[in-house]
């Protein structure tokens, strides 16, 4: 089979299970609020709310899965960034009934995900002796916990109010909770994670484990500050700090800054983070990415110097510190989607999408659902392919950027952004900031720098001359000194 | 100093730094760059097949993957590469070795034993009547070769050759890398002119010219011809030299 037909399958089935998936999810929650409006008088109605199919749809399927699916794609694809075919040896042969079908079928390296699972789970989970037992125990799980805690209060769909009946309509929810407080939450979760993490490095009594863990705790803390910073653009131009809900962040971009109809099809400007606080995006990424503690900023780990604070670490120990980085993969793509993509909402076309799906409203939610995992899908390719493009930061130049280029540069976002709303309350000189900021960086991105235009310059004119030999090709070392 | 520097004293161009531009100092546009060039990389390997030719620097298409994907895919070794050990069989399947021992003095590693056995003289068989000797038992330790080729160059009757291009095959135990004649024993049988079973008086010759072209070293493995080199050299200008300051 050519290789574009197997891609495109593998792609059609990802998002077939996103579709599926939100389906699923709005589906469920549609059953329990209706149960709920049903039997009002139990006493177990106020517990079947349409969160507890988000937590088990959203948080435990879709992040998860998609976290796991990502310890493969990591591979995967970093090999087909370097040109080489990836991980496919691993096999299904042992299989009972369709072992004899699988036998010699790769299935782009999918049966290694339940090889490595078997390996970590059966692997000693060996302790030092001089470790702390109690902290080096609790480390992995604190690690893992705020991560995933993380993901409760991501909108990933909106809040559906489905009708059965004349006048009969239960609200579900496409967030597992949807508290007013809900970027502080976050924000005062993903600090907690730094507990794990130095946590593990103290606890393991190893000096390596020690240098990674106080990198990993200096590091986080100083990218905080950034990151609360770069925020706070979008807190201004909502004037909320809440992420679900109709007057929420992720709700809201769902409006339109300059729109006009064609044919019932409207098109737009939606006022999406990234139109209205593009250099926003850029600090929260960086300072997200640089929380998140992956390539460029992996110096807590450290893999080439100081293999990092989970140096003692193994068996599911290691691999719950492994499983909790890429659950933050997801969960800062997720946010990102939330906050600056646009969530759920199509680029255009949202009014015609709703009238056209009116009175399937499960249907809607999960073509919202299938929406918003694909732009955070784009979002966890991006955090794959910087990791392996961009090369690491030494550690004094993360300082550096978190404490002389991120946080500057917010402060004056947040007073210019702050100013162009002040003026402007609808939103639209600060979309046409944004725009003028992305052109530059486009500008800037399509022309070649100095460098390469005045070398342009000099081979053009070096090319009039004949000089006989070519001192571009082979520079001769040392020669002409006689 | 040496008339051919002298004339053409090389002068060499130093590179100005230049100051770095806003796009380098932003980091934002070249890390997106570099962002593209690995994205392109990432689609074409994912959406085009990858070119199974052993030879990677033959590949061609849209897929950049240069791996060899060992078990399945092969590079062929190059004509001459020693491999496993064989006995050369005549036409008749018999080993040509006539036991002389040569091979198993000359190994460095004293990796051969043989026995040899004497044909029975009053026995009629035509190569009874020629050579004296047969080996009994030719056993090599594969553990033991250093594979040098030493054997196959002392051999007198073409009798040993490592011609095969494989391996020694893994085993599990150290007796299994002790092969002895059926497992030696294969591969093309090779004819010479030479052979004494074609001394007696009543033979015919055989067809000689059919014969020599396959019972060459290496004529029995087809290997690939190389690519040839793409680097031009320049001889019309004189090569850049190194000159290192003394003291």
């Not at chain 1, 037992?133 to 990933?156: D, E, K, R």
């Not at chain 2, 791996?67 to 004509?79: R, S």
Request: hydrophobic share 45%.
């Amino acid at each position: 089979m050519p290789s574009f037909v197997k891609a495109i399958f593998g792609i059609g089935l990802i998002l077939g299970g996103f579709f599926g998936l939100s389906a699923a999810m709005y589906g469920i929650g549609y059953g329990l609020e209706r149960l709920r409006f049903e039997n009002a008088s139990e006493w177990w109605a106020p517990l079947a709310t349409s969160h507890l199919a988000a937590i088990l749809i959203l948080m435990l399927v879709i992040v998860m899965v998609t976290a796991t699916l990502l310890t493969l794609a990591e591979r995967k694809w970093s090999a087909f960034m370097q040109d080489r075919p990836g991980p496919n040896r691993a096999r299904l042969g042992g299989l009972p009934v369709v072992g004899k079908l699988l036998e010699n079928m790769p299935l782009a390296g999918l049966p290694h995900i339940p090889a490595d699972v078997v390996k970590m789970l059966t692997k000693e989970s060996f302790r030092p002796r001089a470790a702390s037992p109690f902290l080096f125990n609790l480390a992995p799980i604190l690690a893992f916990a705020p991560v995933f805690a993380l993901s409760a209060v991501i909108p990933m769909g909106p809040a559906l109010s489905v009708a059965w009946d004349q006048g009969k309509s239960v609200l579900v929810q496409g967030v597992a909770a949807a508290p007013d407080f809900g970027i502080l939450y976050m924000f005062a979760i993903a600090s907690l994670a730094v507990y794990g993490t130095s946590l593990a490095g103290w606890a393991s009594n190893n000096k390596f484990a020690l240098l990674g863990g106080v990198r990993a705790a200096s590091q986080m803390i100083s990218y905080e500050v950034a990151l609360g910073l770069s925020l706070v653009g979008m807190m201004i131009a909502f004037s909320t700090v809440k992420l679900a809900g109709d007057d929420g962040l992720a709700a809201m971009q769902g409006q339109y800054l300059w729109s006009f109809r064609v044919a019932g099809f409207d098109l737009g400007v939606p006022q999406w983070g990234i139109f209205l606080q593009p250099i926003g995006f850029l600090l929260f990424f960086a300072a997200a990415f640089a929380e998140t503690k992956r390539a460029p900023f992996d110096t807590p780990e450290g893999e080439s110097e100081i293999v990092g604070y989970f140096i003692e670490y193994s068996g599911m120990q290691f691999g719950m510190f492994m499983i909790s980085e890429f659950v933050e993969v997801v969960v800062l793509s997720a946010v990102l989607t939330a906050v600056f993509f646009g969530a759920w909402w199509p680029p255009f076309g949202n009014e015609a999408l709703k009238s056209a799906l009116a009175g399937h409203e499960v249907w809607l939610g999960a073509v919202y659902g299938l929406i918003f995992w694909v732009k955070a899908l784009l979002l966890i390719y991006l955090q794959l392919v910087i990791r392996w493009t961009f090369p690491r930061f030494r550690y004094d130049q993360v300082q550096h950027l978190g404490w002389k280029i991120l946080l500057p540069l917010g402060l004056i976002n947040v007073f210019v952004s702050g100013a162009l709303i002040l003026w402007d309350p609808s939103l639209r000189s600060l979309c046409l900031m944004g725009v003028l900021e992305m052109a530059v960086f486009g500008f800037w991105t399509l022309t070649p720098p100095r460098q390469v235009r005045q070398e342009a310059e000099a081979r053009a004119d070096h090319d009039g001359h004949d000089h006989g030999h070519d001192t571009h090709a082979a520079p001769a070392l040392g020669a002409g000194s006689h | 100093m040496s008339a051919l520097t002298h004339g053409h004293a090389h002068e060499v161009e130093k590179k100005e730094l230049v100051e770095p531009d806003i796009r380098e100092r932003t980091y934002i546009p070249t890390l997106l760059k570099g962002i593209a060039i690995t994205t392109r990389h990432f689609l074409r390997n994912l959406f085009f097949d990858r070119d199974t030719n052993p030879q990677v620097v033959d590949r061609h298409g849209k897929n950049t993957m240069n791996t060899v994907q060992y078990p399945e895919e092969k590079i062929p070794y190059p004509p001459g590469y020693r491999g496993v050990h064989r006995l050369v069989p005549r036409e008749d399947g018999k080993p040509r070795c006539v036991a002389c021992y040569m091979c198993a003095t000359i190994c460095p590693a004293q990796c051969i034993y043989i026995e040899a056995a004497e044909y029975d003289p009053a026995d009629d068989a035509a190569e009874s009547r020629v050579i004296e000797k047969f080996p009994k038992q030719f056993v090599i330790d594969q553990l033991r070769c250093i594979v040098c080729g030493l054997c196959v160059d002392a051999c007198p009757k073409d009798a040993i050759r490592m011609d095969t291009g494989r391996h020694t095959d893994s085993g599990y135990s150290r007796q299994s890398f002790v092969y002895d004649i059926p497992k030696l024993l294969g591969g093309d049988p090779v004819t010479h002119p030479s052979d004494p079973w074609f001394k007696r008086g009543n033979s015919t010759p055989p067809d000689w010219v059919e014969k020599e072209a396959h019972t060459r070293i290496g004529a029995a493995v087809e290997f690939p011809k190389l690519p040839a080199s793409t680097i031009e050299i320049d001889t019309s200008k004189p090569v850049a030299v190194t000159h290192f300051k003394k003291g």
